[in-house]
Structures are given as C-alpha cells and as structure tokens.
C-alpha cells in the first residue's frame, strides 16, 4: 500500500508557472505507475498525465501536452507536475494517484489518491 500527498498548489496569474510534488509513503513507489489528474467545480475528475513505473513513458492530456510535464524520482519517492503557461481554465484541485506497474489515462485503474491541491489561475 502507499500512501500520498500532494504540495506545491496556490495562486498564479495567467502565463505562470508551478510545480506540483507528491510525496509517496512506503518501500514500493518504484513500482507504481502514477498518474495526475484534476477537478474543476462542477466538473468530472480528468487525466492530465502519467507515467510509468521507471520514467520511460508519459502520456499527457491535449489540452495540457507542451505546457506541462511530468517526471519522478524513484529515489525521492516523488512525483512532479511542471506547469508552464498556465490558464484560467487550468483551475481546478490536483491529484496524484498511484496503481501497480504500468501507467494509464484512466482514473478507475488507480488505486491510490492522494487528499489533492488547488490550482488557482488568474486571470
């Protein structure tokens, strides 16, 4: 089991960047694909990036891909969200989430959630 906990979420204008962390608990993290994702006020939960266990691939929603990138760092237990150009419509609390082995765009194929971050951008 692990456990996670998301960081580095606030306010920033439009055009700014922020960097999101996730701190993972437990001996196993190297092992888990992770994923993040994020939810608007009355909107669903969606994908914004993965990436597999070992850091070799990512996969990015389309209306993140060039702006945001995602990496780990199996040492550190801990996975990062860059966000660059950011826009209003980015708003919305972030989530990391973790399942065994291989990554995926599909929230139902997580296991685990961290509690999330808000993302405000202003415009």
């Known amino acids: 089991q692990v456990q996670l906990v998301e960081s580095g979420g606030g306010l920033v204008q439009a055009g700014g960047s922020l960097r999101l962390s996730c701190a993972a608990s437990g001996r196993t993290f190297h092992t888990y694909g992770m994923g993040w994702f994020r939810q608007a006020p009355g909107k669903e939960r969606e994908f914004v990036a993965t990436?597999?266990?070992?850091?070799?691939?990512?996969s990015y929603a389309d209306s993140v891909k060039g702006r945001f990138t995602i990496s780990r760092d199996n040492a550190k237990n801990a996975v990062y969200l860059q966000m660059y150009r950011l826009k209003p419509e980015d708003t919305a609390v972030y989530y990391c989430a973790a399942r065994n082995w291989g990554s995926s765009r599909y929230y139902n194929q997580y296991d685990y959630w961290g509690p999330g971050t808000q993302v405000t951008v202003s415009s």
């Open positions: 990436i597999s266990y070992n850091g070799g691939s990512t």
